[in-house]
């Protein structure tokens, strides 16, 4: 049949079993906008208060299902605000694709009204972009940025469609798309220097990171640290793979993990790391990350192999397929003792609460005591993020979705209303004050579409984090830190059409959230917590899990 490249789009979109497009009309966009709507009961396009916000609902949507998010906006600065966006799925490898509209083919390069060279800009943040200039390879662009943004390491891939490609005809045949597969082929010698490294260990220790979540590898990682009896240890993007709960299972790694898993990782002989890419964030002091122990790399991007630190062994692959190998070639270990020696390092240096009115600590144990152990738990980026993934006990993957590689500032409230439409129950996002009025308009959103989700807005009137830093390491020099902003959130919140709620004491932490808990729709609460409340443990930049800081004393 015969079809506008507009239509072709959307009907590509269902074909790909697209739920959601996530965007805003502009005018060089309206023609597929426009088939968007004639196909309304295939397809449903939700409308965002802004492009940025479009494109982090799409990525909550992504990170709760699994599936590509896809996001639709008009040329110029409606394709620049989704930029960030953009770069933060590619960070955190977030399968995503990008449908901007542009001037007609005539008008490229001539500085056309709300013109740019969207795909140069994105160039260095997607897998890949095209600008589809002959309506006749649309359908076949179009499914190729599926795979692409779906297969190996998964990421955003942008599409970029001048209007008159919209407008003009070609034949369109439907094709029912093929599961996307990771081939993995064995290397026998790296395998078997694996094999070996894990079997000689005797203090071995599991970093995991979000590969083990992208590649649905709960079960097999499950299994896998059960065989070897590895006490495991993860990166806040890995947050959830394996049960909080689980008897191997120590606690998160990194600048703000626990001091006994940096005690641990000091102890070990042997590092097994699952999806996980050895960032500053982890390995702060490359040098010195391990340097007592041998390193075995497991990861499906070849690029990461030896990046940053330095492996004895590595096999690449997809985790789950890798996992599924090697465990058949292991035998069963017990290190009673080991596992006995991890846990009391964690022991030794449990989180500390604040004694001020209201503790953020306290907040967010409450919160994991009063949900069900598959509630969804979104962040902005900031202190309040670090206390969430220290805090919080996650228990099932794909429930922790936060900005890790970007950190962005204004992530939260478009990937909780992602995750909202993804899951259709109820989201929970941890904000800042300072991260919260970055993207408040989608707030807009939230209630337009009535959807659950509860926001606890830490304020302590300042960009707590930079402040932490600025007191730590910069002479209490507080520039441009200190917010002090006059917003009254109930007000705020009823100005938007949500319900709004005050909570500056621990003693009314339970009645507050179990209030909240009970409203169907966006509900927004001030946490008044204390301007110099810190995080820590902390790793000091460019310092070793050596030089942890437990306690400002």
């Known amino acids: 049949m015969k079809l506008r490249g507009a239509d072709i789009i959307v009907e590509c979109l269902i074909e790909q079993g697209v739920e959601y497009v996530f965007g805003y009309p502009g005018g060089q966009i309206i023609d597929t906008f426009d088939a ?3 196909r309304k009961d295939r397809i449903k396009q939700i409308l965002t208060a802004h492009e940025q916000g479009a494109t982090h609902a799409a990525d909550g949507y992504a990170r709760v299902t699994g599936r590509t998010g896809v996001v639709m906006a008009t040329s110029g600065p ?9 770069a933060n799925a590619y960070m955190d490898s977030v399968p995503m694709v990008v449908i901007t509209g542009n001037v007609s083919v005539s008008l490229l390069g001539r500085d056309s009204f709300q013109e740019v060279d969207i795909a140069g800009i994105t160039m260095p943040v997607t897998k890949h972009n095209y600008i589809v200039k002959d309506v006749n390879a649309l359908a076949g662009t179009i499914r190729e940025a599926f795979k692409i943004a779906q297969s190996g390491r998964p990421g955003p891939v942008l599409i970029d469609v001048p209007k008159d490609v919209q407008q003009a005809q070609c034949e369109y045949e439907p094709v029912i798309p093929a599961p996307a597969a990771h081939k993995f082929t064995a290397d026998p010698e790296s395998v078997k220097r694996a094999v070996k490294i894990i079997e000689d260990a005797k203090k071995p220790l599991l970093y995991i990171g979000g590969g083990c979540i ?76 391990a340097r007592h122990a041998a390193i075995v790399h497991i990861d499906i991007d070849n690029a990461e192999i030896d990046k940053n630190v330095a492996s004895h062994a590595h096999i690449m692959g997809d985790v789950k ?13 017990k290190r009673d003792a080991w596992v ?16 001020t009115r209201l503790c953020a600590r306290y907040l967010l144990e409450r919160l994991n005591a009063l949900t069900p152990p598959g509630q969804i738990i979104v962040t902005d980026v900031g202190q309040h993020q ?48 300072g991260s919260f009025h970055m993207n408040l308009n989608e707030l807009a959103t939230a209630v337009k579409f ?18 932490q830093w600025q007191t730590l390491f910069y002479g209490r020099r ?35 959230i179990g209030a909240a808990l009970k409203e169907n729709g966006p509900v927004l609460i001030e946490c008044r917590i204390n301007t110099d409340e810190f995080v820590l443990p902390m790793v000091p930049p460019g310092k070793s899990t050596d030089e942890i800081i437990t306690d400002l004393e």
């Open 36 to 38: 968007l709507f004639q």
């Open 78 to 86: 409606g394709a620049t605000n989704t930029v960030t966006g953009i």
């Open 214 to 289: 992208i590649s649905d590898a709960s079960k097999e990682l499950k299994e896998f640290c059960e065989l070897i009896d590895a006490p495991l240890a993860s990166s806040m993007m890995g947050l959830g793979a394996l049960p909080a709960s689980h008897r191997l299972y120590l606690g998160m790694i990194g600048m703000h993990g626990y001091a006994g898993v940096a005690r641990a990782l000091k102890e070990c002989d042997t590092v097994i790391a699952v999806g996980a890419r050895f960032s500053d964030r982890v390995a702060s002091n490359r040098d010195k990350f």
């Open 321 to 333: 397929q890798v996992l599924a190998h090697l465990m058949p070639l292991l035998t069963q270990k």
């Open 340 to 355: 006995k020696e991890c846990r009391g390092y964690v022991d030794a240096f449990p989180l500390k609460r604040c004694g």
């Open 386 to 433: 670090m206390w969430t993934a220290q805090s919080y006990r996650f228990e099932r993957p794909r429930t922790f979705i936060t900005s890790g590689g970007l950190g962005t500032m204004g992530f939260g409230l478009g990937a909780a209303i992602g995750a909202a439409f993804a899951s259709k129950r109820r989201v929970c996002l941890i904000s800042g004050d």
């Open 450 to 467: 009535n959807l659950p989700v509860v926001i606890f807005v830490m304020n302590n009137r300042t960009l707590g984090m930079v402040r």
């Open 478 to 512: 507080y520039s441009s830190t200190s917010l002090d902003l006059k917003t009254d959130y109930v007000k705020l919140a009823e100005a938007f059409g949500a319900k709004g709620f005050v909570l500056d004491a621990d003693g009314d932490v339970d009645a507050v």
